[in-house]
Nanobody, 120 residues
């Protein structure tokens, strides 16, 4: 099995920064794409940022220029650097990864989420 564990969430003032981490562990052969999603109260889960195994990235329009997604393939860990945070960024942030557990077996896995609250 594969486990994803997010960390780095918390309370931050508007204009502040946070760095989220997503550590993958378990029966990992390789990791394809990794992504960060968020879900605010009363809203649907939305894609925030995504990075492929080759390093190509894409971002939601609402976070472009403020958030940066990256990954360390050697550590099976993904990151989301969030700058210039505003109250609209308040949400539970979830990590997602498409993981190969063998050359032919793969699946999409989710972490349990980490809460980010932007408030003064």
């Amino acid at each position: 099995q594969v486990q994803l564990v997010e960390s780095g969430g918390g309370l931050v003032q508007p204009g502040g920064s946070l760095r989220l981490s997503c550590a993958a562990s378990g029966s990992i052969f390789s990791i394809n794409a990794m992504g960060w999603y968020r879900q605010a109260p009363g809203k649907e889960r939305e894609l925030v940022a995504r990075i492929t195994s080759s390093g190509s990235t894409n971002y939601a329009d609402s976070v472009k220029g403020r958030f940066t997604i990256s990954r360390d393939n050697a550590k099976n860990t993904g990151y989301l650097q969030m700058n210039s945070l505003n109250p609209g960024d308040t949400a539970v942030y979830y990590c997602n990864a498409y993981v190969y557990t063998s050359r032919v077996r793969s699946g999409s896995y989710w972490g349990k989420g980490t809460l980010v609250t932007v408030s003064s």
